[in-house]
């Protein structure tokens, strides 16, 4: 069974940098599409970066664009979000997900059969 394990959060100013890290066990990532969400409070769930088994394709949501950067490492089963130049509204709880079934990127949540139990992001000066 495939369990997932994220770091790295905590507290930024605005404009700093935070690097979370989803390690995976149980099962290799090598061929399973990876997400990064976050969930404000009050707020959706929402999909931030998405990223192919192989790394050689990934998406992000528009806000975070240029920012953030997903990127993993099969051989540690772990998959990274490089967050730069961070803003009071990145402020959330982070998951990682793992598409069990399908492959293509997308940010649906229903679409993600395994998630981590998240790590809290807070950007406040």
């Known amino acids: 069974q495939l369990q997932l394990v994220e770091s790295g959060g905590g507290l930024a100013q605005p404009g700093e940098s935070l690097r979370l890290s989803c390690v995976g066990s149980g099962v290799a990532l090598d061929y399973h599409t990876m997400g990064w969400f976050r969930q404000a409070p009050g707020k959706e769930r929402e999909g931030v970066a998405c990223i192919s088994g192989s790394g050689t394709s990934t998406i992000y949501e528009d806000s975070v664009k240029g920012r953030f950067t997903i990127s993993r490492d099969n051989a540690k089963n772990t998959v990274y979000l490089q967050m730069n130049g961070l803003k009071p509204e990145d402020t959330a709880v982070y998951y990682c997900?793992?598409?069990?079934?399908?492959?293509?990127?997308?940010?649906?949540?229903?679409?993600?059969?395994?998630w981590g139990q998240g790590t809290q992001v807070t950007v406040s000066s």
């Open positions: 997900a793992a598409r069990t079934v399908g492959f293509r990127l997308t940010f649906q949540t229903s679409d993600f059969g395994s």
